[in-house]
């Protein structure tokens, strides 16, 4: 299937997650593919793909791959069957080297970059955390843990993702994003 490789030879450095390996499709061992990068088919553009399985590296190598009604398929060097496709592949998370993503201008940053930022509004009120970025069609949605609880559960605060309208200052030095948002 894959080679496993030494933990101290080759790993990820600052791995990233860019996608997950879903169920298997069809009868020859092909796999459903959950891409995180902005446009679904950039996920081939980082090779290699590492799996982190049972605390060890494994590279995993793309025979081929296609879309699918706008799914991403992919078959695997030496995954010939769906059984076996589920049971070593399914649900691990795509892990790549962080070094491969392109390098930034000044003012610009990944998703990535802002998970963990405290988020602050005009009134320099503490609103939370930075947890999670969905997309929604149409603009992005920043999810911010707040410090409230709500029966046990930590509430949770949605907050556009609008450049100048909500979003007036991004400093991932500081770790900080200021908002116009109550």
């Not at 069809?26 to 796999?31: A, K, S």
């Not at 090779?47 to 398929?73: N, Y």
């Not at 409230?148 to 770790?175: A, M, S, W």
């Amino acid at each position: 299937m894959n080679t496993v490789l030494s933990e101290l030879q080759q790993h990820p450095i600052h791995a990233l997650i860019i996608g997950t390996i879903g169920s298997p499709h069809g009868t020859y061992g092909w796999l459903k593919v959950f891409s995180s990068t902005e446009v679904q088919t950039n996920i081939f553009t980082y090779q290699p793909w590492f799996i982190h399985k049972a605390g060890k590296w494994s590279i995993v190598e793309i025979e081929r791959w296609t879309l699918h009604h706008h799914q991403i398929i992919v078959k695997i060097k030496g995954i010939n069957h769906p059984e076996i496709a589920k049971e070593q592949l399914t649900n691990q998370k795509i892990i790549i080297h962080n070094n491969q993503l392109p390098l930034l201008l000044e003012g610009e940053y990944y998703w990535k970059d802002l998970i963990g930022c405290q988020v602050i509004n005009t009134q320099d009120t503490v609103l939370g955390v930075v947890i999670q970025i969905i997309e929604t069609g149409s603009n992005d949605v920043l999810i911010v843990h707040t410090n409230f609880t709500v029966r046990d559960k930590i509430k949770e605060r949605l907050i556009p993702f609008l450049h100048q309208k909500v979003i007036k200052n991004i400093n991932l030095k500081t770790r900080m994003i200021y908002v116009d948002w109550d």
